[in-house]
């Protein structure tokens, strides 16, 4: 499993262990806070979830986002 104390960040792209209905693994986060939303690349449908649920099912992390943008 993924260490996930680490900083999250809108922007950052991260592949998770199953794929979303539409075949898609790839997620861009688009909001931090209690729950992680993030947006399907493949179909572009947006989901919440509960940060434990994200720290358990993320693989890796595609693509860092910038800092800065951060709204923690
Ligand atoms: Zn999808």
Redesign the pocket.
């Known amino acids: 499993m993924i260490e996930i104390s680490a900083p999250l960040y809108v922007g950052d792209v991260v592949e998770m262990r199953k794929p ?3 075949g ?1 693994k790839q997620w861009e986060i688009v909001r931090v806070g209690a729950d992680i939303g993030l947006v ?1 690349q ?2 572009k ?1 947006r989901v919440l979830l509960p940060r434990r649920d994200f720290a358990r099912g993320v693989k890796r992390f595609i693509r860092r986002g910038a800092a800065t943008e951060s709204d923690a």
């Open positions: 979303h209905p539409c898609g399907c493949t179909c449908r």
